[in-house]
């Protein structure tokens, strides 16, 4: 297992804190915590927090071929994908299966696709097996390009403290910055998350990347590891490929809308995308549960209605809302009885199902039983 692009630069990170542990995170190795994982989260959701990117692989698509073929590749819109802006789509094998997800940029002369570092071998295999007489040139720029990612009502301001300014973006827009930070880089790219709040990935040489974390640590950042990322994730009801999406899973159940366009014409494995659009929906959805505190719920947990199995738990974790500790888990469930505000049982312990945020959303929401509608 590889280290991130920080932990391999980073002489000394972290390792004065009684805290610091590191672990495989999608493929990688990188920080698990820097001090305590509850508090970390927390300062995610009130205020600002950074955390390594190095675990996602960058694939540069270039070719007079690359916009028609990604476009048939994948179940988002490529084709009019507009220059410096992204998308996020499945990657689907014939059957309709998902083989997994990523995000496209237009770059102008090349496409950049994202994804992790434990998919990335799978990719490129599924791109090297359908570039026939395409005038498409596959590079992996994984070792080339790291990322840092930064979240929280105040990460602009931090930004801008650190000397990293840039105009207004939308969701998965990109952005080349000249940049007055002390991490010397001179240039790199900005991205706006899609996340829940407001999030921003910096792009740039490996070799630059422990300057811009001290950079933006000194102007306020609060250092967290992927287990307060994952409580994030899970709180705010996003799936993980390999986790909550498998190859087994069809793109309509993982209740992912934003991976699929209608209108954009075929791709491999559309036509089942397609009969499922046109028949009728799928007899699970991926949702969101509120469960009694203290419960262990390991993923394969079982979803009962009665004395009715109707779904399982892919992946949950106990998390510290302002109100109290709450477990939320994710998972599938039986869509003729996931309707939000019904309560199920999620092994022996009681559980709410709470609506899935919508595509348009980037405020993360603490889950409460009162805030869900009535069955």
């Known amino acids: 297992m590889g280290l991130t692009a920080l932990q391999a630069h980073a002489e000394g990170l972290g390792r004065s804190s009684s805290g610091y542990k590191t672990g495989e995170y999608r493929g990688m190795t990188s920080a698990a915590s820097f001090s305590d994982p509850d508090t970390e989260f927390a300062k995610l959701r009130s205020e600002c927090g950074v955390y390594d990117l190095g675990y996602r692989a960058k694939i540069s698509l270039a070719g007079g071929d690359r916009v028609r073929w990604l476009n048939g590749m994948v179940t988002n819109n490529i084709r009019d994908l507009a220059v410096g802006n992204g998308v996020y789509a499945f990657l689907l094998n014939p059957q309709g299966r998902i083989l997994g997800d990523l995000y496209a940029y237009n770059r102008g002369e090349s496409i950049v696709v994202d994804t992790d570092r434990s998919q990335l071998e799978k990719v490129l295999a599924t791109f090297d097996h359908y570039i026939i007489m395409d005038d498409v040139e596959v590079t992996d720029l994984s070792e080339q390009i790291t990322a840092l990612g930064i979240s929280g009502p105040v990460a602009l301001e931090v930004l801008k403290k650190a000397g990293i300014e840039f105009p207004a973006l939308q969701p998965l827009q990109v952005h080349e910055i000249q940049c007055d930070c002390e991490c010397g880089c001179l240039n790199c790219t900005i991205v706006r998350s899609d996340s829940l709040v407001e999030s921003y990935e910096i792009w740039l040489g490996p070799e630059f990347v ?166």
């Open 210 to 375: 422990q300057p811009l974390w001290n950079s933006l640590i000194l102007s306020g950042a609060i250092s967290v590891g992927h287990e307060a990322f994952e409580m994030q994730r899970i709180a705010s009801g996003i799936p993980l490929y390999g986790v909550d999406i498998r190859e087994r899973d069809l793109p309509q159940e993982t209740e992912q809308a934003r991976a699929l366009n209608f209108t954009k014409g075929c791709y491999i494995g559309q036509e089942i995308v397609e009969r499922i659009r046109s028949r009728g929906a799928v007899h699970r959805k991926f949702s969101r549960f509120l469960v009694e505190p203290g419960q262990s719920i390991p993923p394969g947990t079982r979803i009962t209605a009665g004395e009715k199995e109707v779904g399982e738990i892919t992946s949950a974790a106990t998390v510290q809302f302002p109100k109290g500790a709450k477990t939320v888990a994710l998972g599938y469930i039986r869509r003729e009885v996931g309707t939000p505000g019904r309560e199920v049982k999620v092994g022996p312990a009681v559980a709410t199902i709470v609506s899935l945020p919508g595509a348009e959303e980037h405020v993360p929401v603490e889950p409460t039983a009162a805030a869900v509608r009535p069955a």
